[in-house]
């Protein structure tokens, strides 16, 4: 069965600096995957998605996130974040073919003036 | 354009009543899913939707969750004789078909048994 980790359930970080969300997943075949990000008082919305190809992804913000394959990972990246990238982050994963996505439980990123 | 609503955005309701939550995808969108979300945790896919017929509710716990999609539009999902358990955030999202489409994700309901 498919299952996603992130590392890290909160992460706080002053404005303009780098950050990184961790991604593990487990799969037992070849995978989609996906970053979600929920402003607060908002729905869920797509940041970026890998399908195949590159293995770097990038995505809507400034955002981008690479899947490494060996240590079935994809974690994102931002090289200075800003007061509004405040949001809860979810890595998701679905296999091939398949519609249903599993998620993961989500970080909370923080960003301090 | 308009996004995926799902009506009520609140619910409050005694154990053991039954209720409805509804959902209105984004228009053309084949593609309708289901999630729970409980506090802290991420959403768990409960039950999706091609057109009129569920593909999968592998997800759904229990035999008291029900969904319908009647006219491939508009989807209700139903729970019966409600626990406590079931509180959470219950998420709607649509897409086109497809491996690669986004899902498009509602607010949400969110659901309190008392």
């Known amino acids: 069965a498919q299952s996603v980790t992130q590392l890290d359930s909160q992460v706080p970080v002053f404005e303009e600096a780098p950050v990184e969300l961790r991604c593990n997943y487990s799969?037992?075949?070849?995978?989609?995957l996906f970053w979600y990000v929920q402003y607060p008082n908002q729905g869920l919305q797509l940041l970026l998605k890998?399908?195949?190809?590159?293995?770097l992804v990038k995505g809507i913000n400034g955002f981008e996130a690479e899947f490494n394959k060996s240590q079935t990972s994809f974690h994102l990246r931002k090289p200075s974040v800003h007061i509004s990238d405040t949001a809860e982050y979810f890595c998701?994963?679905?296999?091939?073919?398949?519609?249903?996505?599993?998620f993961g439980q989500g970080t909370r990123l923080t960003i301090n003036p | 354009g308009a996004g995926v609503s799902q009506t009520p955005s609140n619910k409050v309701t005694e154990k053991g009543k039954y209720v409805e939550l509804r959902c209105d995808p984004i228009?053309?969108?084949?593609?309708l899913y289901w999630y729970r979300q409980s506090l802290g945790q991420g959403p768990e896919f409960l039950i999706y939707?091609?057109?009129?017929?569920?593909?999968?509710d592998s997800g759904l716990p229990n035999d008291r969750f029900f969904a319908v999609r009647p006219e491939g539009s508009v989807s209700t999902l139903k729970i019966q004789r409600t626990e406590r358990g079931d509180s959470a955030v219950y998420l709607c999202?649509?897409?086109?078909?497809?491996?690669?489409?986004?899902?498009?994700f509602g607010n949400g309901t969110r659901l309190t048994v008392t």
């Open positions: 999202a649509s897409s086109l078909w497809g491996y690669n489409s986004p899902l498009h």
């Open positions: 799969s037992s075949v070849s995978v989609y």
């Open positions: 890998y399908l195949s190809g590159s293995t």
């Open positions: 998701a994963v679905s296999d091939w073919g398949a519609q249903k996505l599993v």
């Open positions: 228009s053309g969108h084949t593609a």
């Open positions: 939707f091609q057109g009129t017929g569920a593909a999968d």
